[in-house]
């Protein structure tokens, strides 16, 4: 559930040409995150109808899904 709308937005970002105007590219970003928020949403409402006995180890994978990104991302910088 944590890569799907992180590869769309990956997808969004980089189908703008890097020679754009940062104008556009600021703003394919921007769209993206949003469209990346709504499938998440969408993806766990979905998951919620399918898993809803299991909801805390769902929510748990989720946010470890998450952090582990943060923290690659963060190694990365470093």
């Known amino acids: 559930m944590a890569i799907l709308p992180a590869l769309y937005l990956a997808v969004k970002v980089f189908s703008v040409p890097a020679d754009a105007e940062p104008k556009r ?13 709504g499938l998440t ?3 766990f409402a979905i998951a919620l109808q399918v898993f809803a006995s299991a909801f805390a180890p769902l929510i748990t994978t989720y946010i470890l899904a998450i952090l582990v990104y943060w923290l690659a991302l963060r190694a990365g910088a470093g």
């Open 25 to 37: 590219i600021v703003g394919a970003f921007y769209r993206g995150e949003v469209l990346k928020f």
């Open 41 to 43: 949403v969408v993806l």
